[in-house]
């Protein structure tokens, strides 16, 4: 019994063993594929790229989970700079199924619906990483989004929440509040923040003249 299971347990092994071997030539075969994609990418021969990094994909490895997701990364943005955007959006989507709170792909998915001439689904999506993430960064491009559109109500609302934050997001934030005003027509709106803004920062040159600028409004 005891030779039996001795038997069984060198075979497992030397199984692991081959299985790791395929594996591990595998996981270089699926490097040396990405290292040429990337060099296609390096010089916008997009086409090509998407080609190496396709096949770098379907190269199944154990240990290149890391990979796959850099290698899906640089596969979307080929995709985006050749114009086909739903491909694009489509790996951007299952990036944020497995990184539901990860900053870069709500911030390159959204770049693909401005693309896409989508900028309400852009907003949504903006709005669903602030929320899960409070990165200031969404609540600009919020902003600025929303100042396209000339829906000041709403740029201003995001605005606000900036302005609660701390330090220089704060400061960003308030200075953004005077431009909308200003873009709105709202001058005294404007020129009443702007107050408010040098007093708080009375060494910033931007709010100095953006109050001088203001009071030949009211």
Known sequence: MRKIIRIVIIALLVVLIILGGFQWKNYHEKSQIRENALLYFKEKDYEKAVSYLEKGLKQISVFGDDMDEDMSCYLAES???LGDYEKSLKIYDE???KHPEEQKYFMLKAENLIAMDNMEDAI???EEGWDKTKNSIFLREICDCYLEKKKYK???KYAKQGVNLEGE????FLFKEIVIYEKSNDYQSAYDTALEYNKR????????????FLETRI
């Open 95 to 97: 990036l944020l199924d």
């Open 154 to 156: 709403k740029a201003l």
């Open 79 to 81: 995709y985006y700079q």
């Open 201 to 212: 920062y009375p060494e910033d040159e931007k709010g100095q003249k953006e109050l001088k």
């Open 124 to 126: 949504k999506l903006y």
């Open 169 to 172: 997001e704060s400061r960003e």
